[in-house]
């Protein structure tokens, strides 16, 4: 009973200092929005530490999968901190890979042509809902599948929503067309698989498209745009949209795997379909694209530093166009459900262990890459090859489970604003010793509209008196500035409360629930698709 004594004058002792302490909520401002952040100081050494079992990982693929040679990268916080490479760029000279080897990153390319776009978009030369024939004529007598079609827009083009074919075996192969070729191709027509807007088919031709666009807004062929406008911008030095401007010494040879012996795949130069996926790059200038597309995350007011704004950035990586929903079954027999769909120029999927996630894959004839990253856990993972199609999907997921088993890979934790701290500590006083007029001071007018203010306090009364003495909890687990939830330790048990806040100045509470929580039930949600 002693401890139960000094238990209770802790809490009393607690109750009074946020009472005289904390002022009423009408006075708190929403104005302090808190980044969410990360909370492990030890976080970066524990994910470093996996990185000899990514080496292995990346290399025993290589091997397993016969590519000549191949380059990956892993990025902490938008930096990337390690590389490793394996293998030969040059079959023929016996030349190695190298940090510095240039290679094709094929589809790859249809994020840069997005944040191209976006950046036209930002400074008033276009809008995503433009009709696509108002930059580019030539459009303008398509036949559209259905009467009452809407007609193609830009923003239908960024996001595989043009109702075009999926292209990938003939799209690989345009790289080169001249710009004349791909005007008469579009006056010729384009057949549509779906009108516009209807599902998801990815479309080569609509990334060809968007690079007609960013050069007769911009007034500038799609590559000089792109160069000077983004990748000097960002100090991407080794990047390029041609191969002959590759130092040869730094060329990576693409390369397929047929009757039993590595046959050249000469690289296409650069035409009217680059902008779907012609670009070359190094390790090093890809860690930088990607640390960059990683940086707009979380979003905060420190001042813009990039070519394209962060607010853009992250626009481009959510869902614009959801696809099918698909179950897999892992190695180790676990069901997972995978939702997604694409973003502009980047594959988005919501999966169960990590929440959001972020890639592109890109292919062409010999070549294969894919870039991946966790926005919510700052980490990313990069791959380049020089085989056609290299399938890096299954070991980069291998890398990223690596990264899980040192228990660094946790996500963000968000803030809570001064309002929700508030409202916190002033609904545990109210459930610990109801007080009418404290209710009336944090309630939003509903609260009491949904339930009676009677009936919350008898309910409340109801669980305090089967719990005996209370004492707020420390944690506080929060959902977003507005929203959270924590317990209340008591003598004979534990009280879950949650609370939202109202979109109002000042926020008071809208909702307000208070239970018994289980013996083993924890604050925390297990993984994003858990419930407790």
């Given at each position: 009973?002693?401890?139960?004594?000094?238990?209770?004058?802790?809490?009393?002792?607690?109750?009074?200092?946020?009472?005289?302490?904390?002022?009423?909520?009408?006075?708190?401002?929403?104005?302090?929005?808190?980044?969410?952040?990360?909370?492990?100081?030890?976080?970066?050494?524990?994910?470093?530490?996996?990185?000899?079992?990514?080496?292995?990982?990346?290399?025993?693929?290589?091997?397993?999968?016969?590519?000549?040679?191949?380059?990956?990268?892993?990025?902490?916080?938008?930096?990337?901190?390690?590389?490793?490479?394996?293998?030969?760029?040059?079959?023929?000279?016996?030349?190695?890979?190298?940090?510095?080897?240039?290679?094709?990153?094929?589809?790859?390319?249809?994020?840069?042509?997005?944040?191209?776009?976006?950046?036209?978009?930002?400074?008033?030369?276009?809008?995503?809902?433009?009709?696509?024939?108002?930059?580019?004529?030539?459009?303008?007598?398509?036949?559209?599948?259905?009467?009452?079609?809407?007609?193609?827009?830009?923003?239908?083009?960024?996001?595989?929503?043009?109702?075009?074919?999926?292209?990938?075996?003939?799209?690989?192969?345009?790289?080169?067309?001249?710009?004349?070729?791909?005007?008469?191709?579009?006056?010729?027509?384009?057949?549509?698989?779906?009108?516009?807007?209807?599902?998801?088919?990815?479309?080569?031709?609509?990334?060809?498209?968007?690079?007609?666009?960013?050069?007769?807004?911009?007034?500038?062929?799609?590559?000089?745009?792109?160069?000077?406008?983004?990748?000097?911008?960002?100090?991407?030095?080794?990047?390029?949209?041609?191969?002959?401007?590759?130092?040869?010494?730094?060329?990576?040879?693409?390369?397929?795997?047929?009757?039993?012996?590595?046959?050249?795949?000469?690289?296409?130069?650069?035409?009217?379909?680059?902008?779907?996926?012609?670009?070359?790059?190094?390790?090093?200038?890809?860690?930088?694209?990607?640390?960059?597309?990683?940086?707009?995350?979380?979003?905060?007011?420190?001042?813009?530093?990039?070519?394209?704004?962060?607010?853009?950035?992250?626009?481009?990586?959510?869902?614009?166009?959801?696809?099918?929903?698909?179950?897999?079954?892992?190695?180790?027999?676990?069901?997972?459900?995978?939702?997604?769909?694409?973003?502009?120029?980047?594959?988005?999927?919501?999966?169960?262990?990590?929440?959001?996630?972020?890639?592109?894959?890109?292919?062409?004839?010999?070549?294969?890459?894919?870039?991946?990253?966790?926005?919510?856990?700052?980490?990313?993972?990069?791959?380049?090859?020089?085989?056609?199609?290299?399938?890096?999907?299954?070991?980069?997921?291998?890398?990223?489970?690596?990264?899980?088993?040192?228990?660094?890979?946790?996500?963000?934790?968000?803030?809570?604003?001064?309002?929700?701290?508030?409202?916190?500590?002033?609904?545990?006083?109210?459930?610990?010793?109801?007080?009418?007029?404290?209710?009336?001071?944090?309630?939003?007018?509903?609260?009491?509209?949904?339930?009676?203010?009677?009936?919350?306090?008898?309910?409340?009364?109801?669980?305090?008196?089967?719990?005996?003495?209370?004492?707020?909890?420390?944690?506080?687990?929060?959902?977003?500035?507005?929203?959270?939830?924590?317990?209340?330790?008591?003598?004979?048990?534990?009280?879950?409360?949650?609370?939202?806040?109202?979109?109002?100045?000042?926020a008071r509470v809208q909702y307000l629930s208070v239970r018994r929580a289980e013996r083993a039930e924890s604050l925390y949600p297990r993984g994003a698709c858990g419930e407790n």
């Open positions: 009973m002693r401890q139960l004594t000094t238990v209770r004058a802790r809490t009393a002792l607690l109750l009074a200092v946020v009472a005289c302490a904390q002022p009423p909520a009408s006075s708190t401002s929403l104005a302090d929005y808190t980044p969410a952040r990360f909370t492990d100081p030890e976080r970066v050494a524990k994910l470093q530490s996996a990185l000899p079992a990514i080496d292995s990982l990346f290399r025993a693929f290589a091997t397993a999968n016969r590519v000549p040679g191949i380059g990956f990268g892993v990025l902490i916080d938008g930096r990337l901190v390690h590389v490793g490479t394996a293998g030969l760029r040059d079959i023929g000279a016996n030349a190695p890979v190298d940090s510095a080897s240039v290679f094709r990153i094929a589809s790859m390319t249809k994020s840069f042509t997005a944040a191209a776009i976006l950046k036209l978009r930002d400074e008033g030369r276009l809008s995503l809902d433009d009709p696509a024939e108002r930059h580019v004529p030539e459009l303008a007598g398509l036949a559209y599948p259905t009467s009452d079609s809407p007609r193609l827009t830009i923003r239908h083009l960024l996001s595989h929503a043009t109702g075009f074919p999926e292209d990938n075996p003939w799209g690989d192969r345009q790289l080169d067309a001249t710009d004349d070729a791909m005007g008469a191709m579009m006056r010729s027509g384009i057949p549509f698989s779906n009108p516009p807007g209807l599902a998801y088919e990815y479309s080569n031709y609509g990334f060809a498209i968007l690079g007609r666009i960013v050069s007769r807004v911009s007034g500038q062929p799609y590559a000089t745009y792109l160069r000077e406008n983004i990748l000097r911008p960002l100090g991407m030095t080794s990047t390029t949209m041609e191969a002959a401007e590759v130092d040869p010494g730094r060329l990576a040879h693409g390369y397929r795997w047929e009757d039993d012996q590595w046959k050249d795949e000469p690289p296409l130069p650069d035409g009217a379909f680059g902008s779907m996926g012609g670009m070359l790059t190094s390790l090093h200038d890809l860690g930088v694209w990607v640390g960059y597309l990683m940086s707009a995350w979380p979003p905060r007011s420190d001042p813009e530093t990039g070519p394209v704004r962060r607010s853009s950035l992250r626009e481009m990586q959510e869902l614009w166009r959801p696809r099918r929903s698909r179950v897999t079954v892992g190695a180790d027999s676990t069901t997972q459900l995978n939702v997604g769909g694409y973003g502009f120029g980047l594959g988005i999927t919501e999966t169960c262990q990590f929440g959001h996630v972020v890639a592109h894959s890109g292919g062409l004839p010999g070549y294969g890459s894919q870039m991946r990253w966790l926005p919510d856990y700052g980490v990313g993972i990069i791959a380049l090859g020089n085989l056609t199609y290299t399938g890096w999907g299954g070991v980069i997921t291998q890398a990223i489970e690596a990264l899980a088993r040192t228990g660094g890979l946790q996500p963000r934790e968000a803030s809570p604003s001064d309002a929700l701290v508030t409202a916190r500590d002033q609904v545990s006083r109210l459930v610990v010793n109801w007080n009418d007029a404290l209710a009336d001071s944090i309630a939003a007018m509903n609260l009491f509209l949904d339930e009676s203010k009677d009936r919350r306090q008898r309910e409340v009364a109801a669980l305090v008196a089967g719990m005996g003495s209370c004492e707020i909890g420390v944690p506080f687990a929060v959902e977003n500035a507005l929203r959270g939830q924590w317990m209340l330790e008591c003598e004979r048990g534990r009280l879950r409360v949650a609370i939202t806040l109202a979109p109002t100045v000042p």
